[in-house]
């Protein structure tokens, strides 16, 4: 498949768990912020997304949080299932949204 | 709706080989992406389209990589001539304007293995 095998930090969790995956971002411009789910052999698939004016948005399971003081976002998952093994990334952009920058991402693994 | 398609999956060649990448968008999306996933450098937008017209192209690595769209359909990353640091995963993407912020919708990739 497509995975990467990146080294990329890791978030062990228990199955029924809740999960806190954090993401610093560098530019104090960017207005539009989403968080992207890779499962190994496949490409980032949209999670949920949060623009600027919003310090917190709720999907299903999922919460994404805001702190733009000190350029933070995070992604919340409830009840973590074993099909939320993946490897996540944040992305940001401004202006009209079309050039996203990835963050480097981190590896969730869901024990049973 | 089938999503982004990509091919080939997989792709093995030989340094200094021409490697022709393809990606179908989603019918109706006029918004084409092309970005490369690598251990080092992570996921990175190499260039995109809008109408089939390049916007953007400040992430192509070097002039041995050209991409075109010579239909709202089709596009393809070309690398020529490959050599072992292009071995890395490609994904197109497509997305279409949805208010001020669009969702890009990523195809499965493919892998190279440029020996």
């Known amino acids: 498949g497509e995975s990467v095998g990146l080294h990329l930090p890791t978030l062990s969790v228990q199955e029924g768990d809740n999960s806190i995956i954090n993401c610093a971002y560098s530019?104090?411009?960017?207005?539009?912020f989403i968080w992207y789910k890779q499962e190994s052999g496949k490409g980032p698939q949209f999670i949920i997304d949060?623009?600027?004016?919003?310090d917190k948005r709720q999907g299903q399971r999922v919460t994404v949080l805001l702190n733009k003081t000190v350029k933070h976002l995070s992604l919340q998952i409830a009840a973590t299932q074993p099909g939320d093994s993946a490897v996540y990334f944040c992305a940001e952009t401004s202006a009209a949204g079309n050039k996203l920058t990835f963050g480097g991402g981190t590896r969730v693994l869901v024990k049973p | 709706d089938a999503g982004v398609i990509q091919s080939p999956r997989h792709e093995v060649t030989e340094m200094g080989q021409e490697v022709t990448l393809r990606c179908k968008p989603i019918s109706g999306h006029d918004y084409l992406f092309w970005y490369r996933q690598t251990m080092m450098r992570g996921l990175e937008l190499l260039i995109y389209f809008n109408n089939n017209v390049p916007i953007d192209d400040s992430g192509m690595p070097e002039d041995r990589f050209s991409a075109k769209m010579p239909n709202a359909s089709f596009s393809t990353l070309k690398i020529q001539p490959s050599e072992p640091r292009d071995s890395a995963v490609y994904f197109c993407a497509s997305s279409s304007p949805s208010g001020t912020y669009n969702e890009q919708f990523f195809g499965p990739g493919t892998r190279l293995t440029v020996l």
């Open positions: 949060i623009r600027s004016n919003m």
């Open positions: 530019n104090s411009a960017s207005d539009y």
